[in-house]
């Protein structure tokens, strides 16, 4: 069945590193890609999107790499900061879905 | 701009009482999503609704149910609430299946 996981339940890194943070899917048919961040007691907050016809997307601090052939996201926040410490989902949807899928999550921690 | 709004913001439940979720968005979007993410873990959606009177169900829907009865507001029902009910619920709204804004979260807890 489809599937959407991510590679490490809890990423531990030092402010000011580059933190990366990867999810694997199983279905070849996706052409959507999403990441969120969720804070402690709030809702999950869109960071940044990738259709499957680009490989890579920038956005302030942040970068989506997606590499097809072996069904591989991840997300690398630069000089990583306090405020970067969440909870990111990745999430998937395929056309014609009118839902996304999303992963279990991954903690990044941010060590001062 | 409110963004997405959800009422109430933490509930306490016997088991066997009902409740009913509010979801309100101000943007217009089309789709509407309902979630439940127990501590720890991912999303699941519950149901959706594409437009303004329809619905569906999504991948943990018993025990809920939804109406979307104007474009702007989603609601979700606990008709009888149980323990495995405990959870945090999100809503979400999208222009389409893809980029969802997400509520600030109602916390139930059932008793």
């Known amino acids: 069945g489809e599937s959407v996981g991510l590679h490490l339940p809890t990423l531990s890194v030092q402010e000011g590193d580059n933190s990366i943070i990867n999810c694997a899917y199983s279905?070849?048919?996706?052409?959507?890609f999403i990441w969120y961040k969720q804070e402690s007691g709030k809702g999950p907050q869109f960071i940044i999107d990738?259709?499957?016809?680009?490989d890579k997307r920038q956005g302030q601090r942040v970068t989506v790499l997606l590499n097809k052939t072996v069904k591989h996201l991840s997300l690398q926040i630069a000089a990583t900061q306090p405020g970067d410490s969440a909870v990111y989902f990745c999430?998937?949807?395929?056309?014609?879905?009118?839902?996304?899928?999303f992963g279990s999550g991954t903690r990044l921690q941010v060590q001062p | 701009n409110a963004g997405v709004t959800q009422t109430p913001k933490f509930r306490v439940l016997k088991t066997g009482q009902s409740m009913t979720l509010l979801c309100a968005q101000d943007?217009?979007?089309?789709?509407m999503y309902w979630y439940r993410q127990d501590p720890g873990m991912g999303l699941r959606l519950i149901h959706y609704?594409?437009?303004?009177?329809?619905?569906a169900k999504g991948e943990v829907p018993d025990g809920y149910n939804v109406s979307r009865l104007k474009k702007q507001n989603f609601l979700l029902g606990l008709e009888s609430a149980a323990p495995s009910q405990t959870s945090v619920y999100f809503c979400?709204?999208?222009?389409?299946?893809?980029?969802?804004?997400f509520g600030p979260g109602t916390r139930l807890l059932v008793l």
């Open positions: 979400a709204s999208g222009g389409g299946a893809k980029t969802q804004y």
């Open positions: 279905n070849s048919a996706s052409d959507y």
């Open positions: 990738i259709r499957s016809n680009m």
């Open positions: 999430a998937e949807n395929t056309a014609g879905r009118r839902a996304l899928t």
């Open positions: 943007m217009n979007h089309e789709y």
């Open positions: 609704s594409v437009g303004e009177g329809t619905t």
